[in-house]
C-alpha cells in the first residue's frame, strides 16, 4: 500500500475542506453552457481572440485577460419617425484593447443610418440614425483578469479574510442595441472564463476517463470517483485551483495492483467514503454552530467509522492507519 500514500494524503484533504467550510459559499456553478446568445436585433456574431491570434469556435467561452475582436451583426427593422437614433453599447467592465486606436469599427459605412461625422468610434458606445437596414461592427476591447474573481469574504479565528475564488461569468451581455428613451431591442452574450477554471475542466476531463480507459483498475473506481467528486464541489465552490490540485493525485503509476481480497477492497470503499462524510461534515460543523447537539452526533457516529477503518488499515499499512487516527482526533477538536 505504499504507493497508495503517495496519492492519498489526508493532511492535504484536511486543508481542502478546510477552505472548503471557510469560505461560507454556497455551490454557485457547475459546467455549465457557455453557448452565445444573439437576441432582437442582433442576428449573429463572431470572436477573434486577439491575444491568442484564433478565432473561437460556436459558444466557446472568452478568457479572462484575453483582447477580442467581436463582430455583430445589427438588423434595423424599419425607419422610426419618432425615435430618432439607437446606441450600441458595450460592457461597462470591459477595456479598450492595448494597442488599438478605436474601440468600434463599422464594416459596411453604406449603412443609412450611419453618420461619420457623430460617430465616435472611441468610445464604448455609439450612435446610429434609426433607419431600416443591416449594419455590421466590431469592438475591440480587453476583459479584465479579475473578471471571474469576486471576493469571498469568511470569518476566522483571528477575525475577517478573504480568499480568491474563480467563477465563470455566464451568458455576459456584451454588447447591447438600445434605441433613445426606449429598452434594450437587442444583446450579444457571451460567456467567460479565466485560465484557472480552464486548467481545472481540462484535468476534470481527463481524470474522469482514468478509470473508463483503464488507466487505472477499476477496482479503485469508488475511491477515484469519491475524489473527482470533491474536486467538483470545490470547483463549483470557486476552489478551482484546489479542484485541480486533488485531480492530480490521481496519477495511475501511484496506485498499486488491485487487491485481491475483499477486507482490502472493502478498505477502500469504506475509506472513500470517510473523506465524502468528512468533507460534508466540516461544512456542517462551520455552519452549522447552533444545532451543535445533531453535529456532536454526527461526528460520533463518523469517529466510530474512522475507528473500524482504523483496525483494517493496521493490517495492510500502519502509516494509513495513523492518518485515519489523526483524522478522528481532529474531529474530536472540531466537537
Known amino acids: 500500500m505504499l504507493s497508495l500514500r503517495r496519492f492519498l494524503s ?42 491568442g491570434n484564433s478565432n473561437l469556435t460556436q459558444g466557446q467561452a472568452l478568457l479572462a485577460g484575453h483582447s477580442y475582436n467581436m463582430t455583430v451583426q445589427i438588423n434595423v427593422p424599419n425607419t422610426s419617425t419618432s425615435t430618432k ?13 492595448p494597442g488599438k486606436s478605436v474601440v468600434w469599427v463599422v ?32 469592438a475591440y476591447f480587453e476583459v479584465p483578469t ?25 451568458n455576459v451581455i456584451f454588447i447591447a442595441v438600445v434605441p433613445f428613451a426606449s429598452t434594450g431591442t437587442g444583446s450579444f452574450a457571451v460567456s467567460v ?48 485551483d484546489n479542484g485541480t490540485a486533488l485531480l492530480n493525485t490521481l496519477v495511475p503509476t501511484a496506485f ?21 462524510v468528512v468533507i460534508l461534515l466540516a461544512v456542517l460543523v462551520v455552519r452549522g454552530r447552533g444545532k451543535s447537539g445533531y453535529s456532536t452526533g454526527i461526528i460520533n457516529d463518523v469517529q466510530k467509522d474512522l475507528a473500524v477503518l482504523e483496525v483494517t488499515a493496521a493490517k495492510y499499512d500502519k502509516a494509513m492507519a495513523d492518518k485515519l487516527k489523526s483524522l478522528r482526533d481532529k474531529l474530536s477538536e472540531s466537537s
Open 146 to 170: 479579475n473578471f471571474t474573481e469576486p471576493v469571498a469574504k469568511y470569518t476566522s479565528a483571528s477575525g475577517n479574510g478573504t480568499i480568491q475564488l474563480h467563477l465563470p461569468q455566464n
Open 85 to 97: 437614433n439607437f446606441s450600441v453599447s458595450l460592457n461597462s467592465r470591459v477595456v479598450p484593447a
Open 193 to 240: 472564463q479565466d485560465q484557472t477554471i480552464q486548467t481545472y475542466l481540462n484535468d476534470y476531463s481527463t481524470a474522469s476517463n482514468l478509470v473508463p480507459t483503464g488507466k487505472i483498475s477499476s477496482n479503485y473506481g469508488t475511491l477515484v470517483n469519491s475524489i473527482i467528486t470533491i474536486a467538483q464541489d470545490l470547483n463549483n465552490l470557486g476552489l478551482s
Open 107 to 138: 464594416h459596411n459605412p453604406t449603412y443609412p443610418g450611419y453618420d461619420q461625422a457623430t460617430f465616435t468610434g472611441g468610445s464604448k458606445t455609439v450612435t446610429f440614425n434609426y433607419v431600416q437596414g443591416v449594419v455590421r461592427l466590431s
Open 10 to 51: 489526508f493532511s492535504s484533504i484536511l486543508t481542502l475542506f478546510a477552505l472548503l467550510a471557510l469560505s461560507g459559499a454556497s455551490a454557485v456553478h457547475a459546467q455549465s453552457s457557455t453557448t452565445w446568445t444573439p437576441s432582437g436585433w442582433i442576428s449573429s456574431g463572431t470572436v477573434y481572440d486577439l491575444t
Open 256 to 276: 498499486p495492483v488491485p487487491p485481491n481480497t475483499s477486507l482490502q477492497t472493502d478498505l477502500l470503499v469504506g475509506l472513500a467514503a470517510a473523506v465524502v
